[in-house]
């Protein structure tokens, strides 16, 4: 018995025949799955965001560069990005109950031996292992998300569990500067890694993996969308590796052009996050507090603009999610030419201008995975939209240090022109892919039957 025998997914159990059951036991656990998951990836983020706000005392304490800071960040985009794919082709055969859990409780470990280094090799090695468990977070959510909540209800639940990242995103800088502030940075990274630890272990107990697992019908045949004749064979049956990843991810073309609208948006996303407080302090002369709590507000827009994209994909668009996506980045340019014409350093507009970025700006960032997920096969959603976040990773990454270098030679002006640059062609990437809703090739359409390519 080897080591992932440990995470496989439970075998599919005999089906419950009584109806009311069923409709209770749906009730329960969907419920329970949904604030398990929602919970565990907001401490994903504490456990990932925790060395950004530790770098101002880390630098005066330890005389670290900012070269060598930023090297630091990259190793984690990096390895995160390339664990979001290998750990999707895990995590669509494993069981997210123990995949997600374990890698929760790995990331607090490694945040915790971060806190006990002193040299950068230690801190380059332990960001770079808590970067390859972070990529088991996203997988587990993946999987529940597709497999608990059916297309024509799924943008709103996937929208609504997208605000984890707001949540942690939002509550971290509060937690991280007063455990700096009093106790010093040592202590800002122990408090996410023990919470994360625990609640590791809490997300083990609450979280299952299949309606089937329980003994429930899918979600399909539970609410009166479920296909016929061969569509639903295919829906159902077990998935090779190989079949996974050729057959469902790597020769399916819809997944590439969605996997290069992600790195674009991942640009414009982490540059927003990464910069902006840089901006304000350097352009408008704020003060470091004031800068953060304008940088506050990108996170509660973002919260917002996921829960109003999903719904709106949902409600409007009856499930197809593109045209939210274009729309939502054409708000993103509209938002850029004001936030770089409007120069006087006014607080209050500067807040709102980050609030409306983080609201266009978290719309695609959700979107683009749920798309990339429904445009496979259910049973390769993981790897899907693993794929796909390798792709973003890379462009969080060459916001980072290839951005900073960038600006340094040409100052505010090429931020602002790359971050247009991507909006465009993120759209473009985007534009055709406006009316299609599942892969006309071999996902399930909506008269049933597979399609014949």
């Given amino acids: 018995m080897s080591v992932l025998d440990f995470i496989k997914p439970p075998p599919t159990i005999e089906e419950i025949q009584d109806q009311s059951l069923v409709k209770k036991n749906y009730r329960y656990w969907r419920l329970r799955t949904f604030y398990a998951m929602y919970v565990g990836y907001a401490f994903y983020y504490f456990t990932r965001k925790s060395f950004t706000y530790a770098i101002p005392a880390m630098q005066i304490e330890l005389g670290l560069s900012k070269y060598e800071i930023g090297l630091i960040g990259s190793i984690l985009s990096l390895a995160y990005g390339a664990s979001k794919f290998l750990s999707g082709i895990i995590g669509d055969r494993s069981n997210p109950r123990y995949f997600m859990s374990i890698g929760l409780i790995l990331t607090g470990i490694f945040n915790l031996c971060f806190g006990l280094s002193a040299t950068w090799w230690a801190f380059a090695i332990f960001w770079g292992l808590n970067g390859i468990f972070q990529g088991w977070g996203w997988p587990g959510c993946a999987r529940l998300l597709t497999h608990w909540y059916s297309q024509s209800e799924r943008g709103r639940w996937w929208g609504i569990w997208n605000t984890a990242h707001n949540l942690g995103g939002a509550v971290i800088p509060v937690v991280m500067a007063y455990a700096t502030h009093y106790f010093g940075w040592r202590t800002a990274m122990y408090i996410p890694a023990l919470l994360a630890i625990v609640v590791g272990f809490f997300i083990m107990d609450r979280l299952r993996d299949t309606p089937q697992s329980l003994g429930l019908p899918s ?18 049956k077990t998935l090779s590796t190989k079949e996974i990843l050729w057959t469902y991810v790597l020769s399916n073309r819809y997944i590439w052009i969605m996997a290069m609208a992600y790195f674009f948006i991942y640009v414009i996303r982490t540059a927003v996050n ?14 470091i507090p004031v800068a953060g709590a304008c940088v506050f507000w990108f996170e509660i827009g973002g919260f917002f603009g996921s829960l109003m994209a999903g719904w709106s994909s949902d409600v409007w668009f009856k499930g197809k999610r593109n045209p939210v996506n274009v729309i939502y980045t054409l708000g993103i340019i509209l938002v850029l030419f004001a936030f770089k014409t409007f120069a006087t350093p006014w607080p209050v507009f500067d807040s709102l201008f980050l609030f409306l970025f ?31 976040g390798c792709f973003a990773y890379l462009g969080a990454a060459c916001a980072g240090g290839p951005l900073g270098a960038v600006m340094k030679m040409w100052g505010w002006e090429s931020y602002f022109l790359t971050l247009l640059g991507c909006s465009v062609l993120s759209i473009l990437v985007m534009i055709p892919m ?8 071999y996902a399930i359409p909506e008269g049933g039957e597979k399609a014949v390519s």
Wanted: cysteine-free.
């Fill in 219 to 236: 979600i399909e045949k539970f609410r009166g969308e479920e296909a016929s004749g061969q569509a639903l064979r295919d829906s159902e």
């Fill in 434 to 441: 406006w009316s299609i809703k599942t892969n006309p090739r």
């Fill in 358 to 388: 983080g609201f266009f700006i978290f719309g695609p960032q959700m979107l683009i995975g749920m798309v990339t997920a429904e445009l496979s096969h259910k049973k390769a959603a993981a790897t899907a939209t693993g794929f796909a």
């Fill in 274 to 287: 990464d910069w902006s407080m840089v901006y304000l302090i350097e352009e408008k002369h704020y003060s």
